[in-house]
């Protein structure tokens, strides 16, 4: 029917996905049949526009992904890891009371059991503090003897700031480099072991030295000398008594890369002698 300008169309069931508005004068009520529209479900998505929210499955994803022989590192493990600080962490996880068991250790050479206690749970932070504390134990007790001994004499004297050098490159290296070609020599001849429970071994077999510098400072050449050699004996045979049991599954030359080891560590206390305990005005 058809009234001025407008149509209106009566008594129409429509169905769409427009509701229906209710007719009043002067508007136009339209309605669509949702058969006209067509659907696209999201699952059956497909182009460079994907419903999941991920990359396009058709774009280019080189530069996501690592090269092929790239160096670049993975944190999840591999070589570099040795350059994290967490592959380190296990190892200085101790209390003092471990630490304190382990240096009581070291003054029994001839029970030979560091290396049993130490095997599940060996660590660098005892070694670390020993050698740092020999350093600085070294260049005081070594300055004060030679400052005592040009007093007495009244000669002038001049602080040497070589001798904190000479002995952080003596005890670090010592304690770094001596364990390495240890563990290089007992894999050689099948009896390898750890290269950290090597460190802490090394490590703390050096504490004796502590109070033998802090003896040496009585101004008596025989003393030294004695103080000296009871020192590497007694670290000498803590080393060598702790690796003894397991290089003599090295075979017949056990004895000889043992002998090594204790004369080793006692050439080190006739070292600590001659440049540290030693006093020339």
């Given at each position: 029917m058809m009234s001025g300008n407008y149509t209106t169309i009566d008594n129409q069931n429509v169905s769409g996905s427009v509701p229906a508005v209710s007719d009043t004068p002067g508007q136009v009520s339209v309605k669509f049949n949702d058969t006209s529209l067509q659907q696209f479900p999201p699952s059956g998505a497909q182009g460079k526009i994907s419903g999941t929210g991920g990359p396009p499955r058709d774009a280019d994803d080189t530069f996501s992904k690592p090269v092929s022989g790239s160096?670049?590192?993975?944190?999840s493990g591999g070589w570099f890891k040795i350059f994290s600080v967490a592959a380190y962490q296990p190892y200085f996880d101790v209390d003092t009371s471990d630490v304190l068991e382990r240096i009581k250790d070291s003054l029994l050479p001839f029970s030979g059991s560091f290396n049993e206690k130490t095997a599940s749970n060996p660590d660098l932070y005892g070694p670390f503090?020993?050698?740092?504390?020999?350093?600085?134990?070294?260049?005081?007790?070594?300055?004060?003897?030679?400052?005592?001994?040009?007093?007495?004499?009244?000669?002038?004297?001049?602080?040497?700031?070589n001798l904190v050098t000479w002995a952080a490159g003596l005890f670090y290296g010592y304690v770094l480099i001596v364990p390495l070609c240890l563990y290089i020599i007992l894999k050689y001849f099948s009896a390898p072991s750890t290269l950290v429970q090597l460190f802490c071994l090394y490590g703390y077999s050096l504490f004796i030295f502590i109070p033998a510098m802090c003896l040496s400072v009585v101004p008596v050449e025989i003393f030294r000398w004695v103080i000296t050699g009871v020192a590497g004996i007694m670290s000498a045979l803590f080393v060598a008594q702790n690796l003894r049991n397991h290089i003599v599954s090295a075979g017949e030359r056990w004895f000889l890369i043992v002998a090594g080891i204790f004369l080793l560590q006692l050439a080190l206390s006739i070292v600590l002698k001659l440049y540290l305990f030693n006093v020339s005005v």
């Open positions: 160096s670049e590192p993975q944190q503090w020993i050698c740092t504390t020999l350093i600085f134990v070294a260049a005081a007790i070594g300055t004060f003897v030679t400052y005592l001994a040009h007093k007495l004499q009244h000669k002038e004297w001049n602080y040497d700031i």
